[in-house]
């Protein structure tokens, strides 16, 4: 039976509802994620302020606003394994099981579990955007800029939130999800988030031009550096979605695949 | 509001089970059931952990598919029409955590929208359920302050937000103090007064005995007995003299006890026997252990219960049985 669209929809805003208010009420569980980013920005800018005038290293004032495209990145990283891992809770503690036993949209207990840690993703943005700004960070983009950064968290943090939740719906266990995390930082520090490609040599190189996390984190970069362009629009906002396309085709696949197996 | 179904009925009793089949590999969890619970009845579903209750339940409520066998609940198919089946279905499971970060009344509104529930009746509706558990007064608190007893209650307010047809409770009151026990019945005793169908799975036999009509006894994923509990109890016939002996004696024990009835299982230490003719003959049983120099420590007759009716169909008692907290 074919469900009504605007009932996947209430049930989705109430999904999303629920997932949200989890987050924020868990401050042990925000804090971590706003702090820590900021932290290694701060390190960053302490340490590497010397190495922007490397050959090979954009033109800019400061280290800090070189590397805010990484930070954005790498707290959105942090935080959007919430999602999945709380997808996992519920399958570990019976909550799926509650809401499988309800009339309620398949799609929407996904998406809805999805739908915090997003929101969840764009708000770090947002935060790192404003507490960087009285550092002197500027986006040269202006407000399409700022406004792409934050919608920019929210894309990936749906992303990769929606690949995790395939571990998720595998394993049934948060523990899991929280074990794929390292993961997530490896390919961070293997692309372009705190150095540029041009300063890279080797197989650090190779891997980092085949990472898809350098190519978002430039697409933020030049909007912070050099201003709008149609490139820079793209990398910041289409790699994300297309990424959260192919995540969320494997997480509905996943879904089938475990609600087919009970 | 009781709900009502996108596609066709085809049975009016609420539960129907044929030859219901569950395999986790090589495991028979349920091995051919057969039921019908009618309108108005409080079922009861009876047997140890690991019997087959819950994978039972967990089909009729559309959270397993059978390996084989049908299942109609408030006349709708649970494999084929299992949206119509949820929609017409309050459960309460004993597994299903209840979201500690929100709140009681956070929890009722997001039922309410998943069971389609209109916003401005749903306000009211939540109120009412909240009175009813008697949970107003935490309504707002999130649900991980809440107690277990609190927490069952509320899990029942959730089942009920869509004034379903049919109730499943899966092992209601198990880890509940004696009060928080006694309360759950009687609002089950209630909801059945004012014409729900209820289906509760159970590992206390006072729980079967105190709330259902008419109850199961599944083991091994079989049905063994199915009836009225005092139709059941009056199966197994004369009473059960128990007794309690040394372990050195206990051989020569069975020998004379066996002279008077039937030997029956009993808890590790205790021996037992149908005592035929009943409570009259027990001097005569005390007479012959003292001719054979027996020294009976403790000695009690029991009248039948659904423990003999369990023993009786299964060759054993009810595992946890006697650790079952007692209700009032």
Redesign the interface.
């Known amino acids: ?1 074919r ?1 009504r669209p605007a ?1 996947t929809a ?2 989705l ?3 999303s ?2 997932s949200t ?2 987050i924020f ?2 401050p042990a569980l925000v804090g971590p994620s706003l702090i820590f980013p900021l932290f290694f920005a701060a390190l960053g800018s302490s340490a590497f302020s010397r190495a922007i005038s490397l050959p090979g290293f954009p033109q800019v004032d400061s280290y800090l606003q070189f590397t805010l495209a990484g930070t954005v990145t790498q707290g959105v990283l942090f935080g959007s394994v919430t999602g999945a891992a709380a997808l996992a809770t519920d399958i570990q ?3 799926f ?8 949209s398949r799609t929407a207990i996904l998406f809805g579990r999805l739908a915090g840690s997003s929101l969840f993703g764009a708000m770090q943005a947002l935060v790192f955007l404003l507490v960087l700004l009285p550092f002197g960070v500027v986006v040269q983009a202006g407000l399409l800029g700022y406004v792409s950064i934050v919608v920019a968290g929210f894309l990936t943090a749906f992303a990769v939130g929606a690949l995790m939740s395939v571990v998720a719906l595998k394993t049934g266990s948060a523990e899991a999800v929280q074990g794929t995390f390292p993961v997530l930082f490896i390919l961070l520090f293997l692309s372009s988030a705190f150095f540029p490609r041009e300063t890279m040599s080797g197989v650090y190189r190779r891997i980092a031009d085949a990472n898809p996390i350098s190519y978002m984190v430039e697409g933020q970069r030049w909007l912070t550096i050099d201003g709008v362009s149609l490139t820079a629009m793209l990398q910041t906002l289409a790699i994300p979605a297309g990424i959260a396309v192919l995540t969320t085709a494997l997480a509905l696949r996943q879904l089938s695949a475990r609600l087919r197996a ?1 | 509001m009781r709900c009502i179904g ?2 066709e009925r085809v049975n009016n009793a609420p539960i129907v089970a044929e030859q219901l089949v569950r395999h986790f590999g090589e495991v028979k969890a349920v091995d051919g059931i057969n039921l019908t619970v009618n309108q108005g009845e409080i079922f009861g579903f009876l047997g140890p952990n690991g019997a087959g209750k819950s994978t039972a339940v967990r089909m009729l ?5 059978p390996t084989s066998g049908t299942a109609r609940v408030a006349g709708f198919d649970v494999v084929k ?1 299992a ?2 089946v ?2 017409n ?1 309050g ?1 309460a ?1 004993q ?5 500690p ?2 709140t009681g009344f ?1 929890l009722l ?3 309410a ?4 529930i209109p916003a401005n009746k749903m306000k009211q509706r939540a109120d009412d359920l909240l009175e009813r558990v008697g949970l107003t007064a935490a309504a707002d608190r ?1 649900v991980g302050t809440y107690s277990g007893g609190m927490r069952r209650r509320l899990d029942l307010a ?1 089942s009920l937000i869509h004034q379903p047809v049919v109730l499943f409770l899966d092992e209601p009151t198990t880890g509940l103090d004696p009060m928080s026990r006694l309360t759950l019945w009687e609002e089950v005793r209630r909801l059945n007064r004012e014409g729900t169908t209820v289906m509760l799975t159970t590992q206390y036999l006072e729980e079967a005995d105190q709330l259902a009509d008419r109850i199961a006894i599944i083991d091994h994923g079989r049905i063994v007995r199915e009836g009225k509990p005092a139709d059941l109890k009056r199966t197994v016939g004369d009473p059960t003299l128990l007794i309690n002996v040394s372990r050195a004696q206990t051989d020569s024990a069975k020998t004379v006890l066996a002279r008077f009835g039937e030997l029956r299982p009993t808890a590790e230490g205790t021996l037992g026997v149908g005592l035929k003719g009943g409570a009259e003959r027990v001097a005569e049983v005390v007479r012959a252990l003292d001719e054979a120099k027996i020294v009976v420590e403790h000695l009690e007759l029991s009248q039948p219960s659904l423990d003999d009716v369990f023993a009786e169909a299964t060759g054993h008692r009810l595992e946890g049985a006697e650790n079952a907290p007692q209700a009032g």
């Open positions: 039976m469900r009932e209430r049930h805003v109430a999904l509802r629920r208010l989890a009420r868990q503690d019976g909550f099981d509650r809401l499988l036993a309800a009339p309620a009970r | 996108k596609t409520t559309t959270l397993l598919r029409q949206d119509d949820r929609r279905i459960v499971l597994d299903a955590a209840i979201d970060l929100m956070e509104e997001l039922q929208v998943l069971y389609g999130r959730l």
